[in-house]
């Protein structure tokens, strides 16, 4: 059974950093684009960044602040956060990219993790 399990999530300052990380078992991604998405209250699900095996991809509001990656051998992908603003806070999920098409469209994924909440304060 596939599992993807995001930690780190946590209430922090505006200006302030945090990292998470996504935790993926069940089966082997390599390959495969990982992504991470957020979702803040009354608001759609949007993309944040994805990672590819070589290549990284950024939504133009999170970009020069955050920084994908990803360990294949652990089979994990991170999300390191810097400069916060209050207006990242949301529930932060991370998803495995199972279909052709653009990285920013959700419905790409197959597989999501239950997500991690960031609040940022001002």
């Known amino acids: 059974q596939v599992q993807l399990v995001e930690s780190g999530g946590g209430l922090v300052q505006a200006g302030g950093s945090l990292r998470l990380s996504c935790a993926a078992s069940?089966?082997?991604?390599?390959?495969?684009?990982m992504a991470w998405f957020r979702q803040a209250p009354g608001k759609e699900r949007e993309f944040v960044a994805a990672?590819?095996?070589?290549?990284?991809f950024y939504a133009a509001s999170v970009k020069n602040r955050f920084t994908i990656s990803r360990d294949n051998a652990k089979n994990t992908v991170y999300l390191q956060m810097t400069n916060l603003e209050p207006e990242d806070t949301a529930i932060y999920y991370c998803a495995v990219k199972t279909m052709t098409g653009s990285y920013d469209v959700a419905a790409r994924y197959g597989y999501w993790g239950r997500g991690t909440q960031v609040t940022v304060s001002s």
């Open positions: 069940g089966r082997t991604f390599t390959g495969y684009p």
């Open positions: 990672a590819t095996t070589g290549n990284t």
